[in-house]
C-alpha cells in the first residue's frame, strides 16, 4: 500500500482507503488541548497479525471463545484513535475530537490522565518484532495530518512505555524511532 494522504474533518480522517468503525469505547475530553501523540502497539492473540480481533476488542465484541487468551481480556473497555495494520491499512475508531482510552494511568511531563490531552495510535505488532516500512510510511503521514490540526503535537510524541513506564513497554525496542522521526523530517 502506497503512502496515504490524510485530511482531517470534524476529528475524522477523510480518505477513502481508511476503514471507519465507530468504537463505543470513547468520552468527552476535560480539556480542549490536544497536545499528545502516543505511539503504541497491540497483536491479537499476542504476536499474531491479521484478522479482526483487535478491532473486536475495540467494538467491545472480542468473543472469549476464540483464543484462551482472550478470556483474560475480552470484557476491557478499550480503544485508540488509529490501528495502522501491517500492510499499512488505516483504521479509525474514535474521532480525534474525542477521548480514547488507550493509555490508562499514565502522565506524561508532569500531566496525569494523558487520555485527556493525547491522540493514540495503534500499531499492529509487538515490542520484539520489526514493524512494516508500510507502517511507518503511514504513521509519518498521520503524523503530519494531525500535527496540521493540532501544532501542540509536533513537539509532543511519546511511547505508551514513556507515559506509563511502569505497566507499558511498547511500542517496543523493536520501534525506529530515529527512522519515523526522519520521515517526519526532522530528529527526536
Given at each position: 500500500m502506497e503512502k496515504l494522504n490524510f485530511k482531517i474533518e470534524n476529528g475524522l480522517l477523510i480518505n477513502d482507503e481508511v476503514q471507519q468503525f465507530a468504537s463505543p469505547h470513547f468520552d468527552e475530553r476535560e480539556c480542549d488541548d490536544i497536545s499528545l501523540l502516543v505511539v503504541h502497539n497491540i497483536s491479537l492473540p499476542p504476536k499474531q497479525f491479521g484478522g479482526d480481533y483487535i478491532t473486536d476488542l475495540f467494538m467491545g465484541r472480542l468473543d472469549p471463545k476464540a483464543d484462551v487468551f482472550f478470556e483474560q481480556i475480552y470484557?476491557?473497555?478499550?480503544?485508540?484513535?488509529?490501528?495502522?495494520?501491517r500492510d499499512g491499512q488505516v483504521v479509525q475508531y474514535v474521532p480525534f475530537t474525542k477521548r480514547a482510552w488507550h493509555a490508562g494511568l499514565s502522565n506524561y511531563q508532569g500531566r496525569d490522565k494523558c487520555n485527556d490531552f493525547s491522540i493514540g495510535i495503534e500499531l499492529e505488532g509487538a515490542d520484539d518484532i520489526n514493524y512494516t516500512n508500510e507502517q511507518y510510511l503511514q504513521l509519518a503521514a498521520l503524523t503530519q495530518a494531525i500535527q496540521h490540526q493540532y501544532p501542540q503535537i509536533s513537539n509532543n510524541i511519546a511511547g505508551h512505555c514513556d507515559i506509563a513506564p511502569e505497566r507499558k513497554t511498547d511500542p517496543g525496542e523493536s520501534f525506529e524511532w530515529s527512522y519515523y522521526f526522519s520521515l517526519l523530517g526532522r530528529q527526536k
Amino acid at each position: 500500500m502506497e503512502k496515504l494522504n490524510f485530511k482531517i474533518e470534524n476529528g475524522l480522517l477523510i480518505n477513502d482507503e481508511v476503514q471507519q468503525f465507530a468504537s463505543p469505547h470513547f468520552d468527552e475530553r476535560e480539556c480542549d488541548d490536544i497536545s499528545l501523540l502516543v505511539v503504541h502497539n497491540i497483536s491479537l492473540p499476542p504476536k499474531q497479525f491479521g484478522g479482526d480481533y483487535i478491532t473486536d476488542l475495540f467494538m467491545g465484541r472480542l468473543d472469549p471463545k476464540a483464543d484462551v487468551f482472550f478470556e483474560q481480556i475480552y470484557q476491557l473497555r478499550v480503544s485508540a484513535h488509529c490501528l495502522i495494520r501491517r500492510d499499512g491499512q488505516v483504521v479509525q475508531y474514535v474521532p480525534f475530537t474525542k477521548r480514547a482510552w488507550h493509555a490508562g494511568l499514565s502522565n506524561y511531563q508532569g500531566r496525569d490522565k494523558c487520555n485527556d490531552f493525547s491522540i493514540g495510535i495503534e500499531l499492529e505488532g509487538a515490542d520484539d518484532i520489526n514493524y512494516t516500512n508500510e507502517q511507518y510510511l503511514q504513521l509519518a503521514a498521520l503524523t503530519q495530518a494531525i500535527q496540521h490540526q493540532y501544532p501542540q503535537i509536533s513537539n509532543n510524541i511519546a511511547g505508551h512505555c514513556d507515559i506509563a513506564p511502569e505497566r507499558k513497554t511498547d511500542p517496543g525496542e523493536s520501534f525506529e524511532w530515529s527512522y519515523y522521526f526522519s520521515l517526519l523530517g526532522r530528529q527526536k
